[in-house]
């Protein structure tokens, strides 16, 4: 018997065009019980000051500098960081079997605001706008350095990924190498480029928003989606819709529709399960010192890792970490689920 292929019904996989990977989607397995693990939920009620916090204002961090009391973002090299601008030159190779190479780097932390309980959805378009500055600006005064080829800003939110501090905040790490996940985004962007002279990511953006089902939100310069190949339950991206290699290029004008749909984006992340939403989310741009790389196109992922509820989180296990990523929600359902979420976050919200 003939039947027809449904991709929201249908096990299928789904190409990445950014990094060339398949993922496995199985869209039937959501009606399967869930009796796994559940999360504890962290209590969100924070005071504006933490005189224990290392990012607090006047604060000692614990290299036993003190926080000047800033009214703003605050800015400084990370006290225990990844990467090292001293790092000794050196490399090993013992038969192409045992290979390492030095790597030499920067790493900077960004406390978005003064206040202690003030995450990016909570932030004003203006707050986070300032924000948006701030990585412009360290992202230009870094690129200055000629032993710098890329330049990582990202943030990790909430105890679930691992944030050490609950402070909001994120982080920006330049090295002197290009790391993985943008030498296999390069390799695919300049593959299309080379066919077709137009961006990857700016086709792909056009197609999306004629199709309209997997968008989130958009403004005149960025669109909000859920990636059709997404692996995370709600994993997002925004792209900008003016084909640019990285935030250094962004007018007044984009950076302030940045932060609109950034704050537009975590305040429904928060909404979905009226809870702090957890996720890492980062830029991903051009190298630096290195080319022009004209196929590049700026964009931002978020990768949130709850599935179900506040409470039930998405592992990467067995098939996952030996195949291929897998996933059950399809990234259309996801999408749907965002796009009817408030934009006015949950604790505005007058409850009867």
């Not at 935030?247 to 975590?266: D, H």
């Not at 890792?305 to 409470?311: E, G, M, N, Q």
């Not at 796009?339 to 409850?351: A, G």
Request: hydrophobic content about 35%; charged content about 25%; overall charge negative.
């Amino acid at each position: 018997m003939n039947q027809t292929f449904e991709l929201d019904s249908n096990p299928h996989t789904r190409l990445n065009i950014l990094t060339g990977e398949w993922i496995l989607v199985s869209p039937h397995r959501t009606k399967r019980p869930w009796q796994g693990k559940v999360e504890d939920i962290t209590p969100d009620n924070r005071p504006e000051y933490d005189p224990k916090c290392y990012l607090c204002p006047g604060n000692g961090r614990a290299d036993g500098d003190s926080n000047p009391e800033y009214t703003e973002s605050f800015v400084f090299n990370n006290d225990f960081a990844a990467l090292l601008e001293d790092t000794p030159q050196n490399e090993m190779n013992e038969g192409d079997l045992l290979v390492a190479n030095n790597q030499r780097g920067l790493c900077r932390v960004i406390s978005f605001s003064p206040k202690h309980n003030l995450t990016l959805p909570e932030m004003s378009v203006e707050g986070i706008t300032a924000v948006v500055n701030v990585w412009q600006n360290e992202f230009n005064t870094l690129a200055k350095k000629e032993w710098i080829k890329y330049i990582q800003i990202f943030e990790n939110k909430g105890e679930i990924m691992g944030c050490s501090n609950p402070h909001p905040h994120g982080q920006i790490w330049s090295q002197s190498d290009i790391p993985l996940e943008i030498a296999k985004e390069t390799e695919r962007q300049k593959s299309h480029y080379a066919i077709h002279r137009t961006s990857l990511l700016g086709d792909y953006l056009k197609l999306e928003l004629k199709k309209n089902e997997r968008i989130i939100f958009e403004n005149d310069h960025f669109a909000v989606l859920v990636p059709f190949w997404a692996v995370w339950p709600y994993e997002t991206m925004i792209i900008s819709k003016r084909h640019v290699n990285s935030i250094k290029l962004f007018t007044e004008e984009e950076k302030r529709s940045l932060a609109e749909a950034i704050k537009v984006l975590t305040t429904k992340y928060d909404n979905l399960f009226e809870t702090s939403f957890p996720y890492s989310a980062g830029m991903h741009q051009a190298p630096v010192n290195n080319g022009d790389y004209p196929e590049w196109h700026w964009h931002m992922h978020f990768y949130p890792p709850l599935l179900r509820s506040a409470t039930v989180k998405k592992f990467m296990v067995g098939y996952e970490m030996l195949a291929n990523p897998q996933r059950d929600i399809t990234a259309e359902f996801a999408a749907g689920r965002l796009r009817e979420m408030s934009t006015e976050h949950y604790k505005n919200i007058k409850k009867d």
